[in-house]
């Protein structure tokens, strides 16, 4: 652990004073941040107006070379994509009923009320608990992460980004770590699930962390219209506050698959499709009206909340993500503001798997050394609360069920 994280408020307090002081017009580098958003937020809400705000396209197109750089140059803009049909659609809705049987027959619900206030990530950001399943280990959820499919699709995604400069490479785009992450299910009716705007991947670290810090250089020192992010320089060696459910691994694209068709007014997931967020935020914290200490409500240990208070001229930009059908899937930079619908007005239960884009890289290959130990104990990722729901469950994966991509994917054979 750093020696800054183990007195926080101190380390914001200093950080704020010495940005303020030395980083050249904070105002006017704010002003012009501030006039590119309103122009970006103008044109999100006319996009979503005439056809959608998130692009789409087919994994078929994807799998055959036929994305344009036009389209290309729309999601590295937008930071986000719908890519359609991933899988085969009578092959999720088995995946579906099985991941049905698999919460029954593991008695989550019957088991939560062990574990409350094991899981605090959410608790300043949802407006009541999530109804998100801290199950990992799945059959489903296993298969799903290792199938031919998802690999092409995430070797396209990786290769989005710049990952190798000057003969040194960042990570390998074509190689994926599997990141173990949970189950989304929501039944109609639900009023519970809903999760205020946030980016995940560190909070006030980005302001008090140095290897962070370098990572937003431009904001900061150079040009704040010239940040890049999708340049991955810098982005495996940052170092996160140590906390239960926090990201600690590289993930170039957040995203889930769908098991049940859903859209919008289904309690979905909203985002504001931009990739240049983190500038404005960074700088807003850093506006004279915002009191020395507080970095806009950016709390250690939790996600970067984005709220009406601090960034209104942002959430204007907040739209939901379009229909998703059982295969799909949903995409977005890791630095994207995302948030979920409060309540789930449909009349099907919105389900989905989140599975990310994780290259490997030094960072992740650390990590899947972690989280290769707890697939084989059953117990949780190591990022979340140790809730360890499948410890002991015959049911779960086991090794020998997955494919031999999947070992490599999880650490458990060298590539």
Known sequence: MEAWMNDVPRAVTETQRLLRREVHDVAGRFLRLSQALADEVSAIRAEQVGGGAVPELAYADVAAGRVSPQQVARIKRRGCVVIRGVYDRAQVEAWNDEVVRYIDAVRYLERMKEKAGLDKYFSTLASSRPQIYSLYWSKPQMFARQHEHMAVTRAWLNRLWTFEKNGVRFFDPDRQFNYADRIRRREPGDASLGLSPHSDGGSVERWCEATFRAMYRPVFEGDPLAFDP??????????????????????????????????????????????????????????????????????PGRALGASPQWHAALLEGLVSIPQMEPGDTIWWHSDVIHAVEDKHGGSGYSNVIYIGAAPWCEKNEAFA????????????????????YEVGFDQRAQAADLSPLGRRQMG????
């Open 230 to 299: 999708f340049d991955a320089e810098g982005r495996i060696a940052t170092k996160e506050i140590p906390s239960p459910a926090v990201c600690s691994a590289f993930r170039t694209f957040q995203g889930w698959t769908a098991l049940t068709r859903q859209g919008p007014g289904d309690g979905t997931l909203r985002l504001v499709p931009l990739a240049r967020t983190t500038p404005w935020m960074l700088l807003r914290a850093l506006q004279a009206d915002v009191p020395e200490g507080d970095l806009c409500g950016a709390q």
């Open 369 to 388: 050394k972690k989280q290769a130990a707890a697939f084989l104990e059953g117990r949780s990722s190591p990022d979340f609360a140790p809730e360890d």
């Open 412 to 415: 458990l054979e060298a590539w």
